[in-house]
């Protein structure tokens, strides 16, 4: 079993920056796909990056693409989400997942993280 911390959201104005970290308990993270998803109110839960095991493949959803870079350290156990200009749409409660695959499909994920929140301030 893999568990996950999420890190790093808060309240930001409107343009503003956040990296958000994803640290895991266990040295096999190497072997995990990494994804982040985000839901806010009311809405259903959507996948907005995601990364192989190994890096060589990222995944971003078109509402975040050029905005959001996704990284990670299999040294650290860790994957980063860079956050840039961001926008009140994206308020929400961010998670990580850890799957074998690529993929936005929040069913391909096996286990989550418990969620941080990002305020984005008009």
């Known amino acids: 079993q893999v568990q996950l911390v999420e890190s790093g959201g808060g309240l930001v104005q409107a343009g503003g920056s956040l990296t958000l970290s994803c640290a895991a308990s266990?040295?096999?993270?190497?072997?995990?796909?990494i994804g982040w998803f985000r839901q806010a109110p009311g809405k259903e839960r959507h996948c907005v990056a995601s990364?192989?095991?190994?890096?060589?493949?990222?995944y971003y959803a078109d509402s975040v693409k050029g905005r959001f870079t996704i990284s990670r350290d299999n040294a650290k156990n860790t994957v980063y989400l860079q956050m840039n200009s961001l926008k009140p749409d994206d308020t929400a409660v961010y998670y990580c997942?850890?799957?074998?695959?690529?993929?936005?499909?929040?069913?391909?994920?096996?286990?989550w993280g418990q969620g941080t929140q990002v305020t984005v301030s008009s």
């Open positions: 997942a850890s799957g074998m695959t690529i993929s936005s499909g929040a069913s391909e994920y096996d286990y």
């Open positions: 266990r040295d096999t993270f190497s072997r995990y796909t």
């Open positions: 990364i192989t095991r190994t890096g060589f493949r990222i």
